[in-house]
């Protein structure tokens, strides 16, 4: 049943396969944001046919190394099963009025794949910012990108077009890969770190099951009332955490992500 109504609901959020402009966002002023105080996690997302908002990623590099980070993108609402079918809109192509989001649903799945955006440089000493008004997640650029044009570019690293205009109005950033460059541009030390969910959360009964993550192989779960997945870390069992660091030249430099309910933010300090 909860399949159902999620389905009926979606028909207030239709999309175009070939047109990003006829996704259209639901005029309405209800926000239900992710808060859940038993965890101190707090976040901009919300179920799409309720209200889709919009909200910065801010990248602050307070440190002398340049970072070039390639980040990921998938999906960031759970419709709470995994059948290919996004709050009833086919994603796995095969009929007029469905996506085919070909690097999304590798293997069959619905939710636990991304799809990486082309290497994006953060220079030493610099703060950016991605925006781009009516998109959850900015995967083209548009009259509202940053001045220096950064977008989460993923058609440029083999994603579809559907894929970006889907991502665009439905996606989230799951973590980012890390290059730190020196100042000749050579790399002094790479990673992974996840945008920000407390490591280690005693979840509630108001969280669910929602897969694997491909590339982490971290549980999915999501909220059940603004549908939002997040990737969980155990500090026992997971490999990469909301956070990094490393040492170079006789200093700690660490890359750290937060997330409020106004944005995303990544942090490269020492």
Not at 74 to 81: E, K, M, T, V, W
Not at 121 to 141: D, K, N, Q, V
Request: net charge negative; glycine share 10%.
């Amino acid at each position: 049943m909860k399949k159902v109504l999620l389905c009926c609901t979606a028909a207030l959020f239709m999309f175009s396969c070939s047109n990003e402009e006829e996704i259209q966002k639901p005029d309405t002023s209800k926000e239900v944001q992710t808060d859940d105080p038993a965890i101190g996690y707090k976040s901009p997302f919300d179920f799409p046919t309720v209200n889709l908002i919009d909200f910065p990623y801010v990248f602050k590099n307070d440190t002398d190394l340049d970072f070039e980070l390639v980040a990921y993108v998938g999906l960031a609402f759970h419709d709470g099963i995994d059948d290919l079918t996004h709050f009833g809109i086919g994603i796995a192509g095969g009929s007029p009025n469905s996506y085919d989001l070909i690097n999304l649903t590798v293997g069959g799945l619905e939710y636990g794949n991304s799809i990486p955006t082309i290497p994006m440089m953060f220079p030493a000493f610099s703060t950016s910012e991605i925006y781009e008004g009516g998109h959850l997640c900015p995967t083209r650029y548009g009259s509202g990108s940053t001045p220096v044009g950064l977008f989460f570019d993923i058609e440029g690293s083999g994603a579809t077009s559907n894929e970006a205009a889907f991502l665009g109005k439905m996606g989230k950033v799951y973590y980012f890969k890390y290059d730190a460059l020196d100042a000749n541009g050579g790399s002094v030390a790479s990673g992974l770190v996840k945008v920000f969910f407390p490591p280690n959360a005693a979840l509630g009964a108001n969280w669910s099951y929602g897969g694997i993550d491909v590339l982490t192989g971290d549980k999915l779960m999501y909220e059940n009332t603004t549908r939002e997945i997040c990737i969980i870390t155990d500090t026992v069992s997971s490999s990469y955490y909301p956070y990094d660091e490393f040492v170079y030249a006789g200093r700690v430099y660490k890359i750290v992500t937060e997330i409020d309910e106004n944005g995303i933010y990544v942090r490269m300090v020492y």
